[in-house]
């Protein structure tokens, strides 16, 4: 199984899954979790850009292309929404993804429970903890309820 992890870089949720689905069939992907290389992978390749909006927007670009790419080949997207910052690329992934008409997971607190619910609403299940993530896919590769 392909797993797409979207959302929130600013803590170890995606290490917690990986780490938990040892020994499950799957294979992960990610957007890059390094702030600094995402937001200037663009002028870095394409080259510089006085204006900060051609300079983001480069980034976003070739960001795009991987991310994109890892959304269609997955077989599921987990997105997380954490507590720190607003995550209006996570949404947006999550929006993709369910055009695509991928399994979404989305994973929060109950702080979003409101704010999320639009995009609550067009996933296959809600999880609050990474560990939640980790037993479906468990489930869902294996039939086995515990791990």
């Not at 607003?86 to 979404?104: E, H, I, R, T, V």
């Amino acid at each position: 199984m392909k797993v797409y992890l979207s959302g929130e870089i600013h803590t170890d949720w995606r290490e917690q899954i990986i780490t938990g689905a040892q020994g499950l069939d799957v294979t992960f992907a990610a957007p890059i979790t390094d702030h600094a290389a995402s937001d200037d992978c663009g002028v870095a390749i394409l080259g510089a850009e006085e204006d900060k909006f051609w300079h983001d927007r480069k980034g976003a670009q070739i960001n795009a292309i991987r991310t994109r790419k890892a959304i269609a080949e997955a077989d599921v997207v987990v997105v997380r929404f954490g507590d720190q910052y607003k995550q209006w690329n996570a949404a947006f992934d999550a929006g993709y993804a369910a055009a695509l008409g991928k399994s979404l997971i989305i994973l929060h607190s109950a702080d979003h429970a409101h704010a999320l619910k639009e995009v609550d609403a067009a996933a296959l299940a809600v999880a609050s903890e990474p560990a939640q993530v980790v037993a479906i896919l468990r489930y869902v590769l294996t039939g086995a309820l515990a791990g």
